[in-house]
Each structure stands twice: as structure tokens, then as C-alpha cells.
């Protein structure tokens, strides 16, 4: 009898081991931080509210002590999402080197976008401001950040986005990252498209276009806090 019966979790390991493989962890997991960034920057326009406590409300209803189980699920899907996605990027890159140890002669002959040539550093960069970030605003140990009433669950996220902002280091650092983050967003989600099969000749204009369509409202919800605050349009 054949001994060829693979189980699973040998199929899937199989799976992974191809480029292809590396290359759909990448695309799912890509798809579950897309849907968190464009869900975090809506949540964050909230501080337009006319009602100036609009955005702590939000705020304490995601701390609320009640769906704590909820939170806690919901970072660590967020936190593997993020080590599988970075774990397949930097494989994926030394194994097309491994198979490519030559190099090419000449780079200009490469077919690429400035966003896609810039994956390598871009993807580096927004996840070193992304530690930044969590320190500044959710742990609280890079700026002075307060709560309300005295009570951790209930974070003054407008005072604490404010006046961050207010230092014009912290907000063009903030905006340097989010400029890379559109790069690697419409980069990210065309690619996305591409491993999950989602392309066909006929769509590619119109899909690199809706990519960098949501790529840059992305950008220009974010950017637009920092620049606000800056402005004096956004007072605490
Ligand atoms: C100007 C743009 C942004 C603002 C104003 C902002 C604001 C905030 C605030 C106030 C918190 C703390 C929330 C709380 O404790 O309730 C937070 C947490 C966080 N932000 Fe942002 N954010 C921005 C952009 C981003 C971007 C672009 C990313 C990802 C690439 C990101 C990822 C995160 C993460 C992972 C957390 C931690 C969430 C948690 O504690 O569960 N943020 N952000």
C-alpha cells in the first residue's frame, strides 16, 4: 500500500514552503490590518465631533471591562496577523534571493513601482512607528498622556492625540509614516489582489486604481489629525 498519504498539516506546511504559499499568509493577513487601519482611522475621525467627548466615549466603549475578553481577542488575532505577515515578507524575500543569487545586471530593467521597490523599507519603518505609536498612545511612556476621571479605562484619547500633536517632531514623524504607509498599502493591497487570484488583464487599471484610491484616504484621514492639530483647528 502507498505510504503517500499526507496529512493536513503536512499539506499545508507543503503549502507554505512555495513562494505561493508565503505569498497567501501574506495576502490574508494583509487583508485582516487593511480592515484594522481603515476601521482604526474611522474610529479616530471621530475627533471632528462637534460633541468634544465624542472620541473618549468611543474610547471607554472599546475598554468597557465588560467585552475585556473581547479586546484581548481581538489584539492577539491583531498581534499573530502582524508576526505571520512579517515572518512570510522576510522569507518570501531570502528565498527570491536565494533562487536569484546573481542579482541582476542592470535594476532599471525591472518592471516596478517606486511603491513596490520600496516594500523592503517601508513595511521596516511602519512597523518601528507602530511600537512608537502603541508606546505613545495606549501604554502612555513616551508623552505625558492622562485619563479621565484618574481611571486607565477610560483613556482622554482627545487630550492625549492633541497634545502629542502639538510637538511638531511627533507630528511629522507621524506623517512621515503615514505617507509610507500609503506606499505600502497600494502596493500591499494590489499584490494582495494578485496572490489571491483577484486580477485579470481587463481589471488591472481599475484594481491599482482602487488600491491607491483606499491606500490614500487612509493617508489623508490620519495625516489630517497631526495637521489640524498643528494648524490650531484641533484645540483640546
Ligand atoms: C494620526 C493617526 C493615528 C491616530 C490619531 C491614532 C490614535 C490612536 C490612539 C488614541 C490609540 C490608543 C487607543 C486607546 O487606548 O483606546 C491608538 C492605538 C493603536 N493604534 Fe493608532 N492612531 C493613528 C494611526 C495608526 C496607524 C496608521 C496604525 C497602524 C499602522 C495604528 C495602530 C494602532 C495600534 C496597533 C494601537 C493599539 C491598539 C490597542 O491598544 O489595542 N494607529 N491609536
Redesign the pocket.
Known amino acids: 500500500m502507498s505510504a503517500a498519504v499526507v496529512n493536513p498539516a503536512g499539506r499545508a506546511a507543503r503549502f507554505y514552503e512555495a513562494p505561493i504559499g508565503k505569498k497567501a499568509v501574506m495576502a490574508i493577513t494583509g487583508i485582516m490590518l487593511v480592515g484594522y487601519?481603515l476601521a482604526?482611522m474611522l474610529g479616530?475621525l471621530q475627533i471632528y465631533s462637534s460633541n468634544r467627548d465624542q472620541i473618549n466615549t468611543y474610547?471607554a466603549f472599546?475598554?468597557n471591562p465588560a467585552s475585556a475578553g473581547l479586546?484581548w481577542g481581538a489584539?492577539t488575532v491583531?498581534l499573530l496577523a502582524v508576526i505571520l505577515h512579517i515572518t512570510a515578507a522576510v522569507q518570501l524575500f531570502f528565498q527570491n534571493r536565494a533562487a536569484r543569487p546573481i542579482g541582476y545586471v542592470k535594476k532599471d530593467d525591472v518592471p516596478a513601482s517606486y511603491a513596490a521597490r520600496t516594500m523592503v523599507w517601508s513595511g521596516p519603518i511602519?512597523a518601528a512607528?507602530?511600537i512608537f505609536?502603541?508606546l505613545h498612545?495606549?501604554v502612555g511612556a513616551v508623552m505625558t498622556t492622562r485619563d479621565v476621571g484618574g481611571n486607565p479605562i477610560t483613556?482622554d484619547?482627545r487630550y492625549?492625540?492633541i497634545s502629542g500633536f502639538q510637538n511638531y517632531g511627533v507630528s511629522a514623524f507621524?506623517i512621515f509614516a503615514?505617507i509610507l504607509?500609503c506606499m505600502h498599502l497600494y502596493h500591499g493591497i494590489w499584490s494582495m489582489c494578485q496572490s489571491l487570484g483577484i486580477s485579470h488583464p481587463r481589471y488591472t487599471r481599475g484594481l491599482k486604481k482602487a488600491s491607491a484610491v483606499l491606500a490614500i484616504l487612509i493617508a489623508i484621514g490620519?495625516c489630517s489629525?497631526?495637521i489640524a492639530v498643528m494648524a490650531g483647528w484641533l484645540t483640546d
Request: net charge positive; proline share 8%; charged share 5%.
Open positions: 487601519v482604526h479616530n474610547a472599546l475598554h479586546l489584539r491583531l511602519v512607528f507602530v505609536h502603541v498612545l495606549t483613556p484619547v492625549n492625540v507621524y503615514m504607509l490620519n489629525i497631526p
